[in-house]
């Protein structure tokens, strides 16, 4: 199953003004298409078509998406008349695709009309570009880097999934050393440490911390205390601990730090706009505003299913009225005919069951909800009042109670209150709570301060912090150590993953490699001196796996060496379009279809007979479209290539009015009398089909012209052959019949051999311009006279003349000719 | 060990590491833990854009629980 390219039409495109359709098919067969022409006769717009109708960004890559410096820009596309003609300029393309065909017209503008659906679909089968230009070729063996290579061919190969493991697991690998090796969570801390030091201890030694302990905190209060490891298992850490306490009660902080916990659990206010108050008193609050809402909820869902005792009726009537197999045509109940209930049909009556038993499950949700709220506010009000109780107590135990009315009048209030009340009023409280709870935090700054600097509170707290350094650096470490490790790991697991991808890319570009080899000793003219191609990918310990050496074994002593720099041009040429042709045959499987741009520019004459060799061994499966200039090329192609799979075309002018023509172009009488019917001029039209005409009956009659000047070598003037024609016909003794009552300019010129000027000779004044009436004569004259060459026997309007023969014979039937 | 065939001829990516996956499963000397998070974020053919970050984030908190565990010689 292969998709393929039926027919391609351009219209005010490049060089193609007026609509042209290439087919590339015969019935169902595939074509394939060579077309020649001269240099700048319109050929390369073809190929131009076909890149611009599968461009995703909608331009041709050398013209760029936009005009600049460098770049013509879109706009380069559109034929310069297209405009000035009313032509739409478009590129169509027809396909097909086993028995389906597909087609789409695809609009050429600035604006980056977008990819076709058609296009889309053939470019999901292709892997890889299959338009060869042969300006572009070397690039791929020169320009590219082994980085950039191995990206192309990995996407040849759809190895990009590969490609990214490959990258993800590189950089995973450098960030996991990265973090292996990483000091800065150790630097931190051991910052820290020489902050509580005072710089006398800059790295971790648990001997010399312990001995700077001793000496600087626990030695000026008292020389027998000493840790001997900075553990709270060490007894000089329980020692210590005991002796805080103990100092702590003598002064007084105990229960100052105690109150100041116990007034903070019931209450701490916010610190900015940002923050919320916190503490039971405004937990509580919160949960009674909870309980209120869930109460209205469950009261608005109680109203709604305030039938909720027919719950049990509802979902048991749904039962029956869902059963298919029951036979209801009215109500059980009231035998109501369910078509006159306001229901109007048991169905909807099963949805109404449906909405009012949903409607009880929001009802119960609704009541979950208050149980729980309920639970909550209950359970969060009895904590506050344990905690005011026992914060009044120590309150008037630290002599502060002459400073807590309003705390006192809030638990009074709030001791009745029930689930359902609204909380009590206790901004008083509030207020109160906070000063309370700056003036304990002054009064145990104002003891630490008259405490002076040897405390054992002090002593304590600095212990604290060098016990949790001590296990912070340690889990640090433990952590780094098992990073190291699996950071090992990963280097081993990566590794295995990386030779697997590189294998399967090996597997792959090794099968690629025999094929490229293949085609270049082809093209070299099967030349076994041509140096081996190895494509080869990095050894195993190269730190860059992504990259792909193109190399040639050029000599014994010159082995796995760069082409540019020992093959001729001409061989580097080969190289590419060897290595481009044997991808594209690999890969494009499903679109086969191969078009070649001027690809025998630097090759002699054996070359260009190899590759019309290689497209007939190689390529017999695929479709291919072939432009050149190359007339050698051409005709070698035709020597090579099968008649029945290929057509050969020939572009032998290019008209500003129309366009490129080809060979075996022919103008349409119906084209021209439409463009009379309306009114319009058809004069290029005209000349154009009597051109045509001329060169077609001159060909198959044999008549002898006068050699092309060298300038225009393809090209013969209507005049010229029409001079011919009457010369021959003379000679032969074939005299065309007259048209009765008209002064047929064309005619006489046609007989007397004078080369008319066209566009004058319609109109009787040589100056005056010619008018539709004219045209219109001249077009009724033109196929009268153009009818009078027919066979006479079989109605056939081609003939040949052989060099035997004075007169010509129809091609088909060889009957002699006359009029 | 790996199998250099069976991940060589392959016909696509995702049989690639399948294979490969499957082959350091089954060696004995494979952390099967990072394993995990190599298939998880980084050894599949549609990784997300945070599969780096997600791997590294879930290598550390390997090392961290690690380092929290008692040296008993084996990992998970």
């Known amino acids: 199953m292969a998709i393929t390219i039926e027919a391609l039409k351009l219209e005010g495109f490049r060089a193609y003004l007026q609509p042209q359709t290439l087919s590339l098919c015969r019935g169902t067969t595939p074509l394939s298409l060579a077309i020649f022409a001269p240099n700048a006769k319109g050929k390369s717009s073809l190929v131009d078509a076909i890149e611009y109708y599968f461009s995703t960004e909608g331009t041709l890559s050398r013209l760029g998406k936009r005009q600049a410096q460098t770049h013509a820009g879109p706009l380069a596309m559109e034929h310069v008349g297209a405009q000035e003609h009313g032509v739409i300029p478009a590129v169509h393309l027809w396909f097909r695709d086993d028995a389906d065909k597909f087609d789409e017209a695809r609009a050429v503008g600035t604006s980056a009309p977008p990819l076709p659906a058609a296009a889309r679909l053939v470019l999901s089968s ?110 000089g850490f329980r020692e210590l601990t005991n002796r805080k306490s103990d100092e702590d009660e003598q002064v007084g902080l105990g229960p100052l730090k105690r109150l100041g916990a116990h007034l903070k659990a019931v209450f701490t206010d916010a610190k900015d706009h940002d923050d919320e108050p916190s ?52 109500c059980p109940v009231c035998d109501t005919p369910l078509k006159l209930s306001p229901a109007g049909a048991r169905a909807n009556v099963v949805l109404r069951l449906e909405a009012k038993l949903n409607d009880l499950e929001t009802y119960r949700e609704a009541e979950r909800q208050l149980t729980r709220a309920t639970t909550s506010v209950q359970g969060i009000f009895h904590k506050l009042m344990d905690a005011l109780e026992t914060v009044s107590a120590e309150l008037k135990e630290a002599r502060y109670d002459k400073k807590a009315k309003a705390i006192v009048h809030y638990l009074d209030t709030a001791k009745p209150w029930n689930v359902g009340n609204a909380a009590p009023e206790s901004q008083e409280a509030m207020a109160e709570l906070t000063e309370l709870l700056s003036l304990v935090s002054e009064e145990t700054d104002r003891i630490v301060r008259l405490q002076g600097e040897h405390t054992y509170a002090k002593a304590f707290e600095t212990a604290n912090r060098l016990i949790e350094i001590k296990l912070h650096l340690s889990r640090i470490r433990r952590t780094k150590t098992e990073l190291q490790a699996l950071h090992e790991e990963l280097n081993r697991q990566a ?124 390529f017999e499966e695929f479709q291919i479209i072939v432009v050149t200039h190359d007339e050698l090329f051409f005709n070698l192609l035709q020597d090579h290539l099968s008649s029945s799979r290929w057509a050969f075309r020939r572009i032998t002018k290019i008209e500003s009015e129309f366009g490129p023509s080809f060979h075996d172009h022919r103008t349409p009488d119906e084209a021209i009398q439409a463009k ?55 000679g032969a003794g074939l005299l065309p019949p007259e048209v009765p009552g008209i002064s047929n300019t064309f005619l006489s010129s046609l007989q007397k051999g004078v080369i008319e000027n066209f566009a004058s000779h319609f109109s009787d004044n040589p100056f005056k311009a010619s008018s539709i009436g004219d045209e219109k004569a001249r077009w009724v004259e033109f196929r009268y006279f153009r009818d009078q060459f027919v066979c006479g026997s079989c109605g056939k309007r081609r003939f040949k003349r052989p060099s035997s023969l004075k007169k010509p014979v129809c091609a088909k039937c060889e009957t002699p000719f006359s009029f | 060990m790996f199998s250099e065939e069976s ?12 294979a490969t996956v499957k082959s350091l499963e089954d060696d004995p000397l494979t952390d099967a833990a990072l394993l995990k998070v190599l298939v998880e974020h980084i050894a599949r053919v549609d990784p997300k854009d945070s599969a780096i970050a997600d791997a590294v984030r879930d290598i550390e908190t390997l090392a961290e629980r690690r380092a929290e565990e008692p040296e008993d010689g084996n990992h998970d």
């Open chain 1, 126 to 235: 292709v892997k890889l570009p299959f338009i060869i230009r042969g300006y572009e070729l070397r690039s791929f063996v020169e320009d590219n880097t082994p980085e950039n290579r191995y990206k192309e061919i990995a996407s040849w190969f759809a190895l990009d999934p590969l490609l990214t493991i490959q990258q993800n697991l590189r950089t995973l690998r450098r960030q996991i050393k990265k973090k292996a090796e990483s000091n800065t969570k150790e630097t931190e801390r051991l910052r820290d440490l020489k902050l509580i030091t005072t710089n006398a201890i800059t790295a971790w030694d648990e001997a010399k911390v312990c001995r700077w302990f001793n000496t600087t905190m626990l030695a000026p209060l008292d020389e027998q205390v000493e840790f001997a490891a900075l553990s709270t298992e060490d007894a």
């Open chain 1, 279 to 330: 503490g039971l008193l405004a937990d509580f609050e919160k949960a009674v505003a909870s309980h209120e809402a869930a109460t209205r909820r469950e009261s608005e869902e109680r109203s709604k299913v305030s039938k909720a005792v027919f719950n049990d009726v509802w979902a048991a009537a749904k039962k029956i009225f869902e059963a298919t197999d029951v036979e209801l045509d009215t």
């Open chain 1, 495 to 618: 590794r295995i993953i990386n030779k697997a991808v590189v294998e399967h890319a090996q597997y792959l570009v090794t099968k690629l490699q025999k094929d490229v080899d293949s085609l270049y000793k082809e093209i070299q003219g099967g030349n076994v001196n041509a140096p081996p191609i190895r494509l080869e990918l990095p050894g195993e310990d190269d730190v860059n796996q992504q990259r792909i050496q193109l190399l040639i074994d050029f000599a014994k002593n010159r082995k796995g060496v760069v082409p540019s720099g020992y093959l001729s041009d001409s061989q580097i040429h080969t190289l590419a379009l060897a290595l481009r042709l044997s991808a594209i045959r690999m890969f494009n499987d499903r679109f086969p279809v191969v078009v070649l741009d001027d690809v025998v520019t630097s090759y002699d004459a054996d070359h260009r007979k190899n590759i019309a060799a290689v497209l007939a061994k190689y």
């Open chain 1, 676 to 730: 009379l019917d309306a009114g319009q001029s058809a004069a290029a039209e005209m000349r154009q089909a009597e051109e045509e005409w001329l060169l077609d009956i001159c060909r198959g009659f044999g008549v002898k012209v006068v050699m092309r000047p060298v300038d225009r070598p393809y090209q013969f003037d209507r005049g010229e052959l029409a001079g011919a024609l009457a010369s021959f016909l003379k």
């Open chain 2, 7 to 18: 991940s060589g001829e392959a016909s696509n990516s995702e049989e690639v590491i399948t």
